[in-house]
């Protein structure tokens, strides 16, 4: 289970009867200042899992040595800017998650997630979820955030279908996969990727909320936590929900006790 971007020879295939062949495609973006949420996401996705996975770091580094990523940003009141849409990002993974398909090869279907997921229950669950006629599937629900700032003071941006990227099964090889080139990774705005702009409607697809649980905003118990305003690895979120299985999570990570009830 590497972390090192590159096609694994086996494209995994899922079939209703004789279930899947082939190890998951997962990338994690990766972003050096939330390296510690990256670990615990990684190692709580496969501590659950009980089907193969191929867990990969998306990390921007190098797919910019491999020719793949080149949008710039400059910095503006201590906020990155991207130069081509002039608008503000927060992550090293903002642009590249859309670059899946094309690590792909666009074949098999793969899942991306950002780095700030804590994950409470088993993947293998969202098999059944697959649908070879939608081009991703995500968790859809209304997102409009209170605060406006996020993490480390980053500037939260408001966008149609808020979060929706943060969590998706990316069918590789559906013909409308191939608008996600290299090129336009590169060059479209930012609201045109995360908006889903690229598709028609009926090619999105469904994934539970709770697969992309949001404090305040998702019900039920949550399956992926989604720390994303701001996670236990950031000073001021200490006590936000879950804070205590991540840091549990995290202990685990590093090969230590977990944390005692109070």
């Known amino acids: 289970m590497g972390h090192g971007i590159g096609q694994p020879r086996d494209s995994p295939r899922w079939d209703r009867e004789a279930g899947m062949t082939g190890s998951l495609p997962v990338f994690i973006g990766f972003d050096a200042r939330e390296a510690p949420a990256f670990d615990v996401c990684r190692h709580s996705l496969l501590r659950h899992a009980s089907i193969p996975l191929h867990v990969q770091a998306l990390r921007q580094a190098d797919l910019r040595a ?88 980053r500037a939260q941006q408001p966008y149609r279908r808020k979060n929706w990227s943060s969590f998706m099964l990316l069918n590789c090889g559906h013909p409308d996969m191939r608008c996600l080139t290299v090129g336009a990774v590169n060059t479209k705005p930012g609201w045109w990727l995360h908006g889903f702009e690229w598709l028609d409607s009926p090619g999105i697809g469904a994934v539970p909320p709770v697969w992309n649980w949001i404090e305040g905003v998702t019900s039920g118990a949550a399956k992926a936590v989604h720390f994303t ?27 230590g006790p977990r944390e005692e009830a109070a």
């Open 66 to 153: 491999q020719g793949l990523y080149a949008r710039r940003a400059v910095e503006r009141d201590g906020q990155q800017v991207d130069e081509l849409d002039g608008r503000p990002f927060a992550t090293e993974f903002s642009f590249t998650r859309f670059l899946v398909p094309a690590l792909r090869q666009y074949e098999g279907w793969a899942l991306f997630c950002d780095c700030d997921f804590l994950f409470l229950a088993d993947v293998a669950e969202l098999l059944a979820l697959l649908d070879d006629t939608k081009a991703v599937l995500v968790c859809q629900q209304h997102h409009v955030p209170a605060e406006l700032r996020k993490m480390d003071g």
């Open 229 to 255: 305003a701001g996670g236990p690895w950031f000073p001021g979120y200490t006590e936000v929900a879950y804070a205590r299985e991540w840091r549990d999570e995290h202990v685990r990570a590093q090969g």
